[in-house]
């Protein structure tokens, strides 16, 4: 495994702190679990942010977001006999 800090994923991260807050007799781990967990929801809702004015800019440019509709002209007419569309 790589020494550096940055490299390290969430759950090295959080065996790291559950491992040395055994070794020095903390109970702490809850508080550092709480912790990562806020960045977590922080990192969540700018990605959500990102994505929403991502998607606002392309309607705003004329783009068409989101699944394209289905006219009943696409649906093959044997599916139409069976379902009775």
Do not use: C, W
Request: no cysteine; hydrophobic share 35%; charged share 25%.
């Amino acid at each position: 495994m790589d020494t550096d800090p940055a490299s390290y994923g969430i759950t090295d991260t959080m065996e790291r702190m559950y491992s040395d807050a055994q070794f020095a007799g903390s109970s702490s781990v809850p508080d550092h679990v709480e912790m990562i967990g806020v960045f977590l929801e922080l990192d969540r809702n700018i990605i959500s942010q990102r994505v929403k004015s991502g998607v606002a800019n392309a309607r705003a440019n004329g783009k068409v977001v989101g699944r394209p509709t289905l006219k009943l002209s696409d649906i093959p007419k044997k599916v139409i006999e069976t379902y009775e569309l």
